[in-house]
């Protein structure tokens, strides 16, 4: 397979380029994306719009790469998470969330992911890679193909790995989920942990989508010791940086704050939250934390509700955020990228 072509991993212009260095008329090309990423075909075998000859004829030299299916598991509140098996053997998983009237994909960027956050489980094994564009694409292809006839609404980028470390592959993906599976901007929700440098550049790259920034405290020094990028980008330059940040009428950004109990989790943090956001067309989305250590622990009910109370009582939009998935390890903070039972590879 691998001196032979990826059509997947083809822009629209190397498609046209690929068909065109055939000699094949250019509607071919056309032909091949509407297969690809319309009708799903995981194979060339598969484009019966083409002759079996020039199946076998292309077959030679390309092919359709397609994430393995590892593993498919279902939540007791209809959640679902997908492993899949890259070529390589690494893994990645996606989230699945059906809602009232959507249906959103959490999807990975990287396997594992080199920011180092404490109270995270993707990023205790460290970076292992960046997904190139079509593995990040085809997160979505393969649940559209296996979901059939529905289809994923939404796409929030926040499952494994930190997307702005990956930057032009995602801003590839973003395009193409965009041009060629349809999404449109407004259902895309990128989320990231604070890379000031490129919040500055994705508009440029990718406008209009929507960004969610995991901000988790309210001091630096709280925030130095929970998330390692703040000793780098510090709150205060996180925040110009959304300030900075194009918003369409009636679009605000999104703050993340996953509540961890005596560390984050305070009335007084709460007031600051309010100070640090004045000015920032934005809502606050409360993760109570999905513990998986004895050191960091969830808050009660009562300091969440008392901690919301007092963004509400300023006038804010905060929401509770459960985390779906939890008995198979599906929510914020639980990807690995294995199996249940242990860090065996597939294949
Ligand atoms: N790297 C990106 C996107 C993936 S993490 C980022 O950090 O934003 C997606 C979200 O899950 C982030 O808001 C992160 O703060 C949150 N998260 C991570 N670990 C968590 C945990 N143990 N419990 C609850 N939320 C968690
Ligand atoms: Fe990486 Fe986001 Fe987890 Fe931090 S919270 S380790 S940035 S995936």
Same mark, same amino acid.
């Given at each position: ?19 065109? &260095? ?19 075909? &995981? ?84 970076? +292992? ?35 702005l &470390? ?16 349809? +999404? ?8 990231t942990?604070g890379l000031v440098p490129k919040i500055l550049e994705l508009p440029k790259?990718?406008p209009d989508?929507n960004l969610a920034i995991s901000l988790? &405290?309210t ?11 703040n000793?780098?980008y510090p709150i205060r330059s996180l925040l110009d940086a959304c300030r900075r940040y194009p918003l369409k009428p009636r679009r605000m950004l999104t703050v993340e ?15 600051r939250l309010v100070r640090l956001l004045k000015g920032i067309r934005c809502k606050v ?31 804010m939009t ?30």
């Amino acid at each position: 397979m691998s001196n032979r072509t990826n059509l997947k991993s083809l822009s629209r212009d190397k498609i046209f380029d690929f068909i065109e &260095a055939q000699g094949l008329p250019k509607y071919r090309a056309d032909q091949l994306l509407n297969w690809i990423y319309e009708r799903h075909a &995981a194979s060339l075998e598969e484009v019966t719009e083409f002759s079996k000859d020039l199946r076998t004829r292309l077959g030679e030299i390309a092919y359709i790469g397609n994430l393995a299916v590892v593993n498919r598991q279902r939540s007791s509140d209809g959640t679902e998470k997908f492993l899949f098996g890259l070529e390589d053997r690494e893994t990645v998983e996606s989230v699945l969330i059906p809602e009232k009237d959507r249906l959103t994909l959490c999807i990975s960027s990287q396997v594992g992911c080199a920011m180092g956050c404490s109270f995270c489980l993707t990023g205790k094994s460290g970076l +292992i890679r960046n997904l190139r564009a079509w593995e990040i694409l085809d997160q979505i292809l393969s649940v559209n193909r296996l979901i059939k006839p529905k289809k994923i609404t939404n796409i929030v980028l926040m499952g494994m790995g930190e997307p702005l &470390a990956n930057f032009e592959e995602v801003v590839d993906a973003l395009k193409r989920i965009i041009s060629f599976i349809g +999404i449109s901007k407004r259902k895309i929700t990128l989320s990231t942990a604070g890379l000031v440098p490129k919040i500055l550049e994705l508009p440029k790259m990718a406008p209009d989508i929507n960004l969610a920034i995991s901000l988790n &405290a309210t001091t630096d020094t709280v925030r130095d010791r929970l998330m390692p990028v703040n000793r780098k980008y510090p709150i205060r330059s996180l925040l110009d940086a959304c300030r900075r940040y194009p918003l369409k009428p009636r679009r605000m950004l999104t703050v993340e704050y996953v509540l961890i109990s005596g560390i984050n989790d305070s009335v007084e943090d709460a007031r600051r939250l309010v100070r640090l956001l004045k000015g920032i067309r934005c809502k606050v989305n409360l993760i109570p934390l999905n513990s998986h250590e004895e050191s960091l622990q969830r808050p009660s009910d009562v300091s969440v509700l008392a901690f919301q109370k007092v963004l509400t009582d300023n006038d804010m939009t905060a929401l509770i955020r459960e985390s779906k998935g939890q008995d198979i390890l599906a929510a914020c903070g639980q990807l690995r990228g294995r199996h249940a039972g242990g860090p065996e590879k597939n294949r």
